[in-house]
């Protein structure tokens, strides 16, 4: 069964400063997608940046970007220049291809931003 | 161009009452699916709409069944709620089923007491 693990309940990091997600999953499929998504306390999910798992280039969303190692199944993003406005709770996920979309959600990262 | 609505907002109901939350999804898609999200947990995913069928479900109980309508809206029902139906229900929609990229709405937090 296809899972997500975000080890990482919570995470802080000072205001301009550099902080790095960590998500790992598990899947025996060679094609699929990967996401980022931000939930802040008004529970808007918003999509954060993409990754398809046949592209070897890492995708960059402005200060977003995530660094996939496809063979160790580890899809990590990170955050530069952190802002006040990253505060929130930060889910990685899984969409299996071409089946609809089962997505698999891991069970979140609470991204705290001090001034 | 409106994104993903959802209504209600917020819910409370009782244990034994049905509940309907319904959703329309952003311009252009025709692709729903429905997420439940309890509390601390990410999202699960309950199904998928696409050409008002079901075309993928996800570990729910039948209890939970669903509409698409011809404009692509759909509705969410829950049957017989259990205080665990307590949750954060999210609506996402896509272009088309074949579309990874998904795009959430706001959620409908429902209390079962």
């Known amino acids: 069964a296809q899972t997500v693990t975000q080890s990482q309940p919570e995470m802080s990091v000072q205001e301009a400063e550099t902080v790095t997600l960590s998500c790992t999953y598990d899947t025996s499929e060679s094609d699929y997608y990967l996401f980022w998504y931000k939930q802040p306390p008004s529970r808007q999910m918003i999509l954060v940046i993409r990754q398809e798992a046949y592209k070897q280039q890492n995708a960059t969303e402005n200060r977003f970007s995530v660094n996939f190692q496809k063979a160790a199944k580890s899809f990590s993003l990170k955050i530069s220049d952190s802002q006040l406005g990253d505060a929130a709770m930060y889910f990685c996920?899984?969409?299996?291809?071409?089946?609809?979309?089962?997505?698999?959600f891991g069970a979140g990262t609470r991204l705290f931003v001090k001034a | 161009d409106a994104g993903v609505t959802q209504s209600p907002t917020h819910l409370i109901k009782t244990r034994g009452q049905q509940v309907t939350l319904r959703c329309s999804p952003k311009?252009?898609?025709?692709?729903v699916s429905w997420y439940q999200q309890a509390l601390g947990q990410g999202p699960q995913f309950i199904f998928q709409y696409y050409e008002e069928e079901e075309r993928q479900r996800g570990n729910f109980p039948d209890r939970f069944s669903g509409h698409q309508f011809p404009n692509y809206s759909s509705e969410l029902n829950v049957n017989a709620l259990l205080l665990g139906d307590s949750a954060l229900y999210l609506c996402a929609s896509s272009e088309d089923w074949k579309q990874e990229t998904q795009y959430f709405g706001p959620g409908t937090r429902l209390l079962v007491l």
């Open positions: 996920a899984y969409t299996p291809p071409l089946i609809g979309f089962k997505t698999i």
């Open positions: 311009s252009g898609h025709d692709t």
